[in-house]
């Protein structure tokens, strides 16, 4: 099992920057993407950037460009910064480790941070 802490998380203007932070712990060797999804009130959790064992990354189109996700292997971390930041940012973020099981895989999620996007 895989134990993901997220941070970093806060209250920024439209227009600011924040760095989220995702550690891994546990059974770390058998990671194979660590993702970043969000949820905002009365909306269905979404997927916004991923992050292979490899390094491969992906956005969803409405952060492509403002968001930037990162891995540190010898931290166990992987971060998501997030530029020019709008208020339909506003959500709870969750890490999320899609982890391989036996011979299938399984997701592993954080507790969430809250991010919030306003004047």
């Known amino acids: 099992q895989v134990q993901l802490l997220e941070s970093g998380g806060g209250l920024v203007q439209p227009g600011g920057s924040l760095r989220l932070s995702c550690v891994a712990s546990?059974?770390?060797?058998?990671?194979?993407?660590t993702r970043w999804y969000r949820q905002a009130p009365g909306k269905r959790r979404e997927l916004v950037a991923s992050i292979t064992s490899a390094g491969s990354t992906n956005y969803a189109d409405s952060v492509k460009g403002r968001f930037t996700i990162s891995g540190d292997n010898a931290k166990n971390t992987v971060y998501l910064q997030m530029n020019s930041l709008k208020p339909e940012d506003t959500a709870v973020y969750y890490c999320?480790?899609?982890?391989?099981w036996g011979l299938g895989s399984r997701d592993d999620w954080g507790q969430g941070t809250q991010v919030t996007v306003s004047s």
């Open positions: 546990g059974s770390i060797e058998s990671i194979l993407a």
């Open positions: 999320n480790a899609l982890v391989r």
